[in-house]
Every structure is written in C-alpha cells, then in structure tokens.
C-alpha cells in the first residue's frame, strides 16, 4: 500500500476540541494534553476522520501556501507523531477503532 492511501482513525482513548485556532488532544489514559496549531489542527480533523494521506496533503495544499509534497510530507510526520502517542489508530480495513482494538478472530463465524 502507498503512503498516500494510508487512512486512520481517532482512538477511543483520544479526546479533542478546537480553541481558537488550535486543536487540544488530551490522551484519557495518560491525561496529557496536546495542542497542534493551525495547519496540523486542520490535518488532524481530516486524519481522524479516515480521510487517506493524498487526500490530507490535497486539502491542506489548496488551503495552504504548500505543495502537495511538502503537504504529505508533513501529514506523514504527524500521523507518524500521533499514532506513537496512541492518539491516532492505523486502518487496516477495520470501519471503526473498536475493530482496530477488538478485530474479530480468524475465521470465526457470526453467532457461534
């Protein structure tokens, strides 16, 4: 899979709230607060949306003065940032973070 096909989701243990321009993310497990200003509070809403990497840079380039490549550049770094920090979930074809969390097991089937 391409860089730019990468999506994500927020994870349950993750709360944000824009102030003014910036975004606060608190961490429910460990209490610790976050702030992403500006561009990478605008990424982060997208990001923890599910939108894909490309889509990300494509978005914050027309809204920006950035290239598309700078653009992906950066929401890969962040992502990269917030997926460590346990704030952000990696999609591997699960719909929502409790499938990340809780996937159901190898051919199991419904009901049994």
Do not use: H, I
Not at 23 to 40: A, H, K, N, S
Not at 47 to 67: H, M, P
């Amino acid at each position: 899979m391409k860089t730019e096909e990468c999506s994500f989701v927020c994870s349950p243990q993750a709360v944000s709230r824009l102030v003014g321009d910036t975004m606060v993310l608190l961490d429910l497990r460990t209490d610790q607060y976050f702030g992403l200003p500006t561009v990478g509070a605008r990424m982060w809403t997208l990001l923890s949306e599910g939108a894909l990497l490309g889509r990300v840079a494509e978005v914050v380039a027309s809204e920006y003065e950035v290239t598309v490549e700078q653009a992906l550049c950066d929401a890969e770094r962040l992502a990269g940032e917030l997926v460590a920090a346990g704030l952000l979930l990696q999609r591997a074809g699960a719909t929502t973070a409790r499938e990340l969390l809780d996937p159901p097991a190898p051919n199991s089937l419904a009901g049994e």
